[in-house]
């Protein structure tokens, strides 16, 4: 009767329109006052527990504000620069520069629709000037988009470790090798289509202009060596690491690039400047920018935006842990664990299930709250079956991309179809070719761990 309650409530509340994290403390809070013996006092230190208690999640404000500096300044045009230097030259490979481009920004942004807006707002106009077809550069570009919440770091990834307690470090690890190579078989898709349809080819501009595009891009890369680097190295935890880079991003999109805040149009070096002069000027610079850009309306703007998202991202952590509250006191997930156990279903069996429970619920509900909801399910299950926990987030995550291109809910579809002033149905459309290269990799994940496993294993060996 309490498992009832609790799930018919939480879809009821969903049903009629109310947000997600109100429908979970709702679900909760009710089931918790009508079959348990928990006090209303116990559900308010429950709620500042949710975060309180899980370190990992601080680092989710982190990465949000980085992305928001990094969207904001001019870090997504010059990996675009720098990937259509790189394979721009091979037939289709200006779409194969936005995928690879959309790798780069997801490595230093963490989020699936920022990576869709800052690389699809500028290489989807860019495509279709070229000859490519716009259905073709707006499917690429939402697909190649979800890569943000599979190639660390990520805040999704972060979501299932605060839910399960499962590390944060070897779940980006695990996360690298697919992530690449999903991008590599979208590349190679794209050039079998690029040969087919005769799509063109940009010249090669010069080694010399190719390392000249790298050393414009260095400011958003170095953001990934300091990240992946210093946690992978075993220096900082993924929460330091995040505080880092949200540092760094302000002082590159600040003072580095210079596309916002006070110093926005003012060169590093003038005209006829020696060079000495122009690094006197801008060491004096230095300081007086970032004391400025505290009170500076775009800094300002940028900062609130974030802080907006991590809000609201985090009401819907608190809310959705005080959900698994109930589920672990009510001992639901170890019910149904023995059940399916008892069943006899093999592992391979309750993956299919698996599978099909959260592409459907992809449809209706955001990536973070599908997690929290369900991880806290299907994690005892999976231990039992032998499943490792690393191997089931990495599935539980590809899952949550291709939920990112599916309606109604899906973020990366509305995302591509404000670029593109096309509609929902269009993009949809557009989608459905790649979709099904991201479902093949989704049974590819699935039933091949060792692609999410090696990595992992090789650094724990060392």
């Known amino acids: 009767m309490t498992t009832l309650t609790l799930f018919v409530l939480l ?50 404000p982190f990465f949000i504000l980085s992305s928001a500096f990094l969207s ?24 194969m520069a936005s995928v ?18 800052a690389i699809g707002s500028i290489v989807i ?33 972060l979501v299932y ?12 690890m695990a996360g690298f090798i697919p992530g690449t190579l999903m991008g590599l078989i979208l590349m190679v898709a794209i050039y079998i289509v690029a040969r087919i349809k005769k799509l063109p080819a940009q010249p090669f501009p010069g080694i010399g202009h190719w390392l000249g595009s790298m050393s414009r891009a260095i400011g958003g890369l170095m953001l990934i060596i300091i990240v992946l680097g210093s946690i992978y190295g ?51 610079l230095l300081p007086k920018s970032m004391i400025e850009s505290i009170w500076h309306k775009e800094v300002g703007h940028v900062v609130k935006d974030a802080a907006k998202v991590s809000i609201m991202l985090l009401f819907i952590i608190a809310n959705a842990m005080l959900f698994a509250h109930v589920l672990t006191s009510e001992r ?6 023995e059940t399916i156990v008892s069943l006899g279903l093999p592992a391979w069996g309750f993956l299919i299930v698996m599978n099909i429970l959260l592409l459907v619920a992809g449809n209706f509900m ?27 987030g990495i599935i539980m995550v590809v899952n949550m991309e291709i939920g990112m291109l599916t309606p109604p809910v899906g973020l990366n579809l509305f995302v591509t179809a404000g670029i593109t002033g096309n509609s929902i149905g269009w993009v949809i459309h557009a989608c459905l070719p790649w979709l099904a290269l991201l479902l093949g990799f989704l049974v590819l994940i699935t039933y091949v761990p060792q692609i999410s496993l090696f990595l992992p294993q090789l650094l724990d060996g060392m």
């Open 11 to 60: 879809f009821l509340c969903m049903l009629m329109g109310m947000p997600i994290a109100i429908a979970l403390g709702f679900a909760s809070m009710t089931t918790i006052l009508l079959f348990s013996n928990d006090s209303l006092a116990s559900i308010a230190l429950k709620l500042f527990e949710a975060t309180s208690e899980h370190y990992t999640l601080l680092a989710i």
């Open 72 to 95: 904001t300044g001019g870090v997504a045009r010059r990996l675009i620069n720098f990937a259509m230097d790189s394979v721009g030259h091979i037939r289709g490979g200006l779409a």
């Open 100 to 117: 690879m481009a959309c790798m780069l920004f997801a490595a230093v942004s963490g989020s699936s629709p920022a990576t869709v807006a």
């Open 125 to 157: 106009a860019g495509m279709v000037k070229a000859g490519y077809p716009k259905a073709l550069a707006a499917g690429v570009i939402a697909n190649a988009g979800t890569l943000g919440i599979l190639i660390p770091p990520s805040i999704v990834m």
């Open 161 to 172: 470790s605060a839910a399960t307690e499962v590390s944060a470090s070897r779940m980006f």
């Open 234 to 284: 075993g220096i900082a935890s993924p929460t330091e690491a995040a505080s880092v880079a949200a540092v760094y991003a302000f002082f590159i999109a600040i003072f580095g690039y210079r596309d916002i805040g006070p110093l926005k149009g003012v060169p590093w070096r003038k005209e006829n400047e020696r060079l000495l002069q122009a690094l006197i000027r801008n060491l004096i």
């Open 332 to 337: 639901i997930p170890h019910s149904i664990a």
């Open 366 to 392: 955001e990536p973070s709250a599908i997690l929290l909801i369900m991880a806290p399910i299907l994690f005892p299950i999976a231990t039992q079956l032998g499943i490792d926990p690393i191997h089931l």
